[in-house]
């Protein structure tokens, strides 16, 4: 019974998970102040856990299950589907850090990289934790659509996934959001390089657009087989270049990102703080957004720290700190 309860209470959506936490709390609280009998405490109990028990199994009747790599683009897929699809977003960065081993990748972002506070990285946290449980629970013969785009995070995210799906028999989609923009009728000349950049209109209409392109067997074994490679490079800097994945060097953009600080620095007096904020986003449009903020802030960070800038605030976020090139010889930090 317990592991069948398990079970039950794995499937209930957050907000039942929630509403469901709320009662059982509510009545002990209840009980304990009127002093009622260990007995009826029990009958209670059970019956909260027959409430539970009781709970409609999760939906099986969908059209298709889409797969995200970014909220912002699982965000624009829920506002731009119909009901009868549902949406799995993930929150990731597989463009930095180590790939091999998560307990080593999750220490190498918290010493290197400013994202969030304690608790809302918890959150993200649990919420990955939720995703990968809803992978594991995919219903059989509802075809999966798998977002991708023409950067390193989300090539590396769909290589992932299908590892992650390698013994499932579901139809897998592979739908390329650059590419798929890229068909489209436009009166502009902007170039998608993530999927979360497209409104939700424009995914529906890629979605209808793209939707053939089923991975052969041997296609998603070959993907799954890359992902194995990737996890065994050293490198804590992947881009999208020439069609590949490339690791490169950490220090990769510092150049420009120096560069480009030159160029804001002329736009304030010659002895005032810029906020770093300011220069990353800069860089951010500088780069047409093919490499994160928060990687570009770390970039930032590191240079104050080797000497190239001098720092004032404390550097908890790009918000919290600004930056000065040290143009002059012999000054000091």
């Known amino acids: 019974m317990i592991e069948k309860l398990k079970e039950t209470i794995e499937q209930l959506s957050e907000k039942d998970a929630k509403t469901l936490l709320r009662l059982t709390l509510l009545r002990l609280d209840q009980l304990t102040k009127i002093d009622v009998p260990k007995e009826e405490m029990i009958e209670e109990i059970q019956h909260i856990v027959q409430i539970i028990d009781h709970q409609p199994p999760p939906r099986t009747d969908y059209d298709m299950i889409h797969i995200a790599g970014s909220e912002s683009t699982a965000g624009s897929l829920k506002v731009g589907l119909e009901r009868n699809h549902k949406v799995i ?34 959150e993200f946290r649990n919420n990955f934790r939720k995703a990968i449980d809803e992978l594991n629970h995919i219903p059989p013969n509802i075809p999966v659509a798998l977002w991708t785009a023409d950067n390193a995070h989300e090539q590396i995210f769909h290589r992932y996934i299908l590892h992650h799906l390698r013994n499932i028999e579901n139809q897998v989609v592979l739908i390329n959001a650059t590419k798929g923009y890229g068909k489209l009728p436009h009166t502009n000349q902007f170039k998608p390089f993530h999927s979360g950049e497209i409104m939700p209109e424009g995914l529906k209409v890629i979605l209808k657009t793209e939707s053939e392109n089923i991975l052969s067997l041997n296609a998603r074994n070959q ?86 800038f001098n720092l004032k605030g404390i550097p908890k976020s790009m918000r919290h700190y600004s930056v000065r090139l040290r143009i002059r010889e012999g000054e000091n930090a």
């Not at 996890?231 to 999208?240: A, C, G, M, S, V």
């Not at 490499?291 to 970039?299: I, K, P, S, V």
């Open 89 to 122: 977003g993930f929150w990731e960065m597989f463009d930095i850090g180590p790939l091999g081993d998560s307990s080593e990748r999750e220490e190498w972002l918290q010493d290197h990289i400013n994202i969030f506070e304690d608790s809302l990285e918890e």
């Open 223 to 308: 993907l799954s087989d890359e992902w194995l490679q990737l996890k065994e490079t050293k490198n804590l800097l992947r881009i999208w270049k020439n069609g590949k994945i490339q690791g490169v060097r950490e220090d990769y953009i510092d150049q420009e990102l120096l560069h480009c600080a030159q160029k804001v620095q002329k736009d304030f007096a010659e002895n005032e703080f810029v906020k770093a904020a300011r220069i990353i986003g800069e860089m951010h449009g500088q780069l047409e957004g093919k490499f994160n903020t928060a990687f570009l802030e770390y970039r930032l960070r590191t240079l104050a720290y080797e000497g190239y």
